[in-house]
Each structure stands twice: as structure tokens, then as C-alpha cells.
């Protein structure tokens, strides 16, 4: 059964930075797809940025620049991490991991409908 859960969010003023992380248990797959979405109430969930295997990756537009993604793999466990810099108050939001399997053509990997498993979230708020 594959497992997510997140941490490391938290209460930052704009410009700072978090680092988000997610453990991944049971993901045992020879590829991977895995991304960090996040949600408000005005926006509803947004695609943030995804890897794929061999570290392809892409981002939302309005973090180019400021996040990135990356993974560690061993045989035991994965980590997902997203590095937040230059926070603004927009990005006030719950963040969730998820991971995908199979993984969905690659046109469709920002979307939340091709992930299969889900963390629980971890709050980010960003204040002026």
C-alpha cells in the first residue's frame, strides 16, 4: 500500500523560504511520477511542479524560478522534496504530495486527476 505523508510547512513573511518534504512508502516501482499540488478555497487544487523519471520535471508558471523538486530514492523509500524561495503571500496554501502509478502521459502531469495516491497536506502561509 503506498503511503505519503508530508511536512515542513509552516507561517513565513514574503521573500522566505521552506523546505516541503514528503516520505513515500510502498512506491516500489521501476519508474516514477510524483508531484506537490496545493489548494485554496478560491483556486481549488493547482498543480505545482512534478518529476517523472530521470529527473524530468516541470513547474506551474508562477514558481518557475522560485521552486524546485527533486527525490531521493533507495530500496526502501522514496523522499519528495520541494524548495520554496521567494515566497509571496499567493502562495498561501495546503500543499500535498501525490504519486502516480501507472504514470499518465506526460501532457497530462500537472493535473491532479492523474495522480492515484495522496498525502494528508501540510499548511503554507505566507504573510506581507
Known amino acids: 500500500q503506498v503511503q505519503l505523508v508530508e511536512s515542513g510547512g509552516g507561517s513565513v513573511q514574503s521573500g522566505g523560504s521552506l523546505r516541503l518534504s514528503c516520505e513515500v512508502s510502498g512506491y516500489t516501482y521501476s519508474t516514477y511520477c510524483m508531484g506537490w499540488f496545493r489548494q485554496t478555497p478560491e483556486k481549488g487544487r493547482e498543480g505545482v511542479a512534478i518529476?517523472?523519471?530521470?529527473?524530468?520535471?516541470?513547474?506551474v508558471d508562477s514558481v518557475k524560478g522560485r521552486f524546485t523538486i527533486s527525490i531521493s530514492r533507495d530500496n526502501t523509500k522514496n523522499t519528495l522534496y520541494l524548495q520554496m524561495n521567494n515566497l509571496k503571500p499567493e502562495d498561501t496554501a495546503m500543499y500535498y504530495c501525490?504519486?502516480?502509478?501507472?504514470?499518465?502521459?506526460?501532457?497530462?502531469?500537472?493535473?491532479?486527476?492523474?495522480?492515484?495516491?495522496w498525502g494528508q497536506g501540510t499548511q503554507v502561509t505566507v504573510s506581507s
Open positions: 501525490a504519486a502516480a502509478a501507472p504514470c499518465r502521459a506526460w501532457r497530462y502531469a500537472l493535473r491532479a486527476e492523474s495522480y492515484d495516491y
Open positions: 518529476i517523472y523519471s530521470g529527473d524530468r520535471t516541470s513547474y
